[in-house]
């Protein structure tokens, strides 16, 4: 097999990019945006940073984050499935809450 292909090297060894890709979540768009909450949920102090396990606050983070969620709520009106536009509804929603909070 050709090397790179995403399966085999040319030395015979498995390509480990492609092996952990394997165990990588489904990619949607209700998954993207989850991704984009927890980041939201990190940077506003909510929930542990798990690549340094502490909680720490960047509000200008937190609001780009949300900012984001509230451009692809926009840019994707009208194309989405119900319970997708429900998800996006519910998560920009609680983050925008938990952002008041931790500016209060």
Request: hydrophobic share 40%.
């Amino acid at each position: 097999m050709p090397e790179g292909n995403g399966f085999v090297m040319k030395n015979g060894e498995p390509n480990t990019a492609s092996a952990s890709r394997k165990t990588m979540p489904k990619i949607d768009f209700s998954s993207f945006v989850l991704s984009l909450y927890s980041s939201g949920l990190v940077q506003l102090g909510k929930v542990e940073d798990p690549s340094t396990a502490k909680k720490t606050v960047n509000m200008d983070m937190a609001q780009y984050t949300i900012d984001m969620i509230a451009m692809l709520q926009d840019k994707t009106k009208g194309n989405l499935t119900e319970d997708e536009e429900n998800l996006l509804r519910a998560l920009l929603s609680e983050l925008r809450l938990a952002y008041v909070d931790a500016s209060a």
